[in-house]
């Protein structure tokens, strides 16, 4: 028999009064749902069209400057889209690095 504690429960972790219930909640097992449940593949793909339009709009601003600026503008967009520094939203930093990538020689060439 578990001895008993001065509240006349047993020791921690024995009996139901005083046992830890490790996984409720306080290690992250009862997470926060969102308001409204959006797929996650729904998500992603509206996300991805967001990145891809703000490639589009940033390329477009700087489609008719020198081939050094739209050099310099490139490789900016490079940096900030790549997959590894989107971690939050890897995959749709993908598809829009991917998207970046296939629009490289045209806008290197000054036409899109």
Known sequence: QAPRDAHGGGAPGVGARNSWNWGAGFFGSSKVKPLVEVPR??????????LIAQL????AKTQHQSLEERKRVFKDLQRRFHPDKNLLEEESATLAF???????????????
């Open 41 to 50: 593949s729904e998500r992603a793909a509206r996300r991805t069209q967001e």
């Open 56 to 59: 589009e709009k940033e390329m």
């Open 98 to 112: 991917q998207h970046l990538m296939d629009s490289r020689a045209s806008y290197l060439k000054g036409g899109r």
